[in-house]
């Protein structure tokens, strides 16, 4: 089978290495950047205060290993932006994309002369590169330059929150900080662009005396003569050089695009549309390249399934997942024709179906989940029940209760978490959890029974705390049974929720029950105990009828459940 030079293993290496080496680039980009518009901030308070926050300022950046990071992240971040865009097959993707890389492109040509202006002056020709010289330069020398140069700071900002933003967003406390986070977004460009105005302002008022000019040069030593023609004609070469590679690396993908129409592969979506391609290309940058809608939450860097696929034909002929969209389809519980289309890269003619809406969104892809379709699968499941906790309530204040009762669930849920279980739903004082969807069965048994244990040591040490407080203990049941059961989404609207039903879970339940009659906090069907290993005293196995079922059923009924803890 024709290989692809993405699918090895040193590619995925190089791929996250790479991914890496960008996003760490980027914040190195982006505290500079944020440092810089919090000194000019300053400015609303005085040009004094400017040039004392500077002092800080250079501190952190103008020394060997600030300065190595700042202009080595520069260098990098722009050449691994180059590099992505060299290595697309086509420039078709979405708007915000689009225009976080169009920001990107334009912050080195706005930022040249400015760069040069500042650090290779004072590196060259001595040049203190004050505020109070930058803002005569902008402000009263080439005032169209302020104007240029509030634009690539707002436009170095944006690009830099969209590109935290997209980092950020698949984090699970993002949600809460978010405004937190747009609030200060909005306010750190703000507040600085009115200090750099603020003092402009200052600094066209003392321009208007010949003596302060003449002192300002004097102690700032701005390069003339030889120097400052050496000075711009480096700009100039620096910019034609910069437009030379940009102008490459935006023609390759062009090319290729152009290619793909004589030559190559042949994606069929389903309606029947065809794109052709060249070998190496993903099926989402074909849906691109064709100007197929296609979702793609996280832009096709394999952070997410958005933009997962069915493959209808040519399944046998595409490469093996990569590390990164296995992991991916292993955590989704993905069906073997189903892929990533951001990470597939077909060799040969293949069909496929999109499975989101284009417009798609997390919360959609998790609604799509094959397991939220609804298949059948082994589990094991446990039930939990307090005994005699309808009478202990009637004697408690109805705040007491809850309190109570959120003890025992804290007690339960901390268990069942700690052994790698789902809880599936309280039920009153009652708790369902489910191990082993995601794992093999005899796994889920062994979890289910250390959850017993466990959920069984942090009762007693409940009650304790209970007895403590002259209350009375606690009592619990736990019943666990393995088996079939079907795994899927149920229920309607907001309360829809993966959920687990099915004669093993019924009979689950009427194993928790069980407990009462052979005075015992756990009973344990004989099938949990094969599965799991568990090897127990002949007195503990008993033999019951289940209601609903028409067979007995052997269980194991253990007293002190303890003795399973993990």
């Not at 040193?10 to 919090?38: D, N």
């Not at 330059?145 to 935290?164: D, E, F, S």
């Not at 004609?233 to 437009?243: H, K, M, T």
Request: with cysteine.
């Amino acid at each position: 089978m024709p290989t692809q030079p993405v699918t090895g293993g040193w590619a995925i290496r190089q791929s996250r290495i790479i991914a890496r080496l960008r996003l760490a680039t980027g914040l190195i980009l982006f505290v500079y950047l944020l440092t810089h518009l919090l000194n000019h901030a300053l400015g609303l308070v005085s040009l004094r205060a400017m040039e004392q926050g500077r002092d800080i300022f250079l501190l952190l950046w103008r020394n060997p290993v600030g300065t190595f990071l700042l202009y080595g992240s520069i260098l990098a971040h722009f050449f691994l932006a180059l590099y992505s865009v060299y290595r697309r097959q086509s420039l078709r993707m979405p708007a915000w994309e689009a225009l976080q890389m169009v920001f990107g492109l334009l912050i080195p040509p706005l930022l040249m002369g400015h760069v040069v202006g500042t650090r290779a002056a004072h590196a060259i020709a001595g040049t203190e590169d004050s505020y109070a010289l930058v803002l005569y330069i902008l402000w009263v020398v080439k005032p169209l330059y302020a104007l240029r140069q509030a634009a690539v700071l707002l436009i170095a900002w944006v690009h830099g929150c969209m590109g935290l933003h997209f980092w950020l967003r698949f984090r699970p406390g993002y949600p809460r900080w978010l405004p937190l986070l747009y609030t200060a977004a909005l306010l750190v460009p703000v507040f600085g662009l009115l200090g750099f105005v603020q003092a402009g302002r200052t600094v066209v008022g003392l321009a208007q005396d010949p003596a302060w000019i003449d002192r300002l040069k004097a102690a700032a030593g701005p390069p003339e003569g030889e120097i400052a023609n050496i000075l711009g004609a480096a700009v100039d070469g620096l910019l034609v050089l910069y437009f030379a590679t940009l102008a490459g690396a935006l023609l390759i993908p062009a090319l290729r695009a152009a290619i793909n129409n004589r030559t190559g592969i042949v994606v069929t979506y389903n309606g029947g549309r065809r794109v052709t391609v060249q070998q190496g290309t993903t099926i989402l940058e074909a849906s691109r390249m064709a100007g197929i809608p296609h979702a793609a939450v996280c832009g096709g860097r394999g952070r997410c399934s958005t933009c997962r696929i069915r493959i209808w034909a040519g399944l046998e002929a595409l490469p093996a997942p990569n590390e990164q969209e296995e992991a991916v389809l292993v955590r989704i519980g993905a069906p073997a024709n189903m892929r990533l289309a951001c990470q597939t890269r077909p060799v040969a003619a293949v069909s496929v179906a999109p499975l989101l809406p284009p417009t798609g969104a997390l919360k959609d892809a998790r609604r799509q989940l094959p397991a939220r379709q609804g298949h059948e699968r082994e589990v094991a499941v446990l039930f939990a029940d307090l005994r005699g906790f309808t009478q202990l309530s009637e004697r408690q204040l109805p705040y007491d209760v809850v309190f109570l009762l959120n003890r025992y669930f804290s007690a339960v849920g901390s268990a069942i978490d700690e052994a790698d279980g789902r809880i599936d739903k309280f039920i009153g004082d009652g708790v369902m959890a489910v191990f082993g969807v995601a794992k093999p069965i005899d796994d889920g048994c062994r979890r289910a029974l250390t959850a017993a244990g466990n959920i069984a040591v942090k009762m007693a040490a409940l009650n304790e705390n209970l007895i403590e407080e002259g209350l009375e203990p606690l009592r619990i049941g736990i019943g666990i049974h393995a088996g079939p059961a079907i795994v899927g989404e149920m229920g309607y609207g907001e309360a829809a929720s993966i959920t687990v039903i099915g004669d093993t879970v019924n009979t689950a339940s009427r194993l928790e029950s069980l407990t009462k009659d052979f005075n015992c906090e756990l009973v344990v069907s004989d099938i949990v105990a094969d599965y799991a290993g568990l090897e127990l005293p002949g007195e503990c196995r008993q033999v019951a009828m289940i209601r609903g079922r028409s067979e007995p059923l052997a269980v194991h009924a253990i007293g002190d459940a303890r003795l399973l803890a993990g």
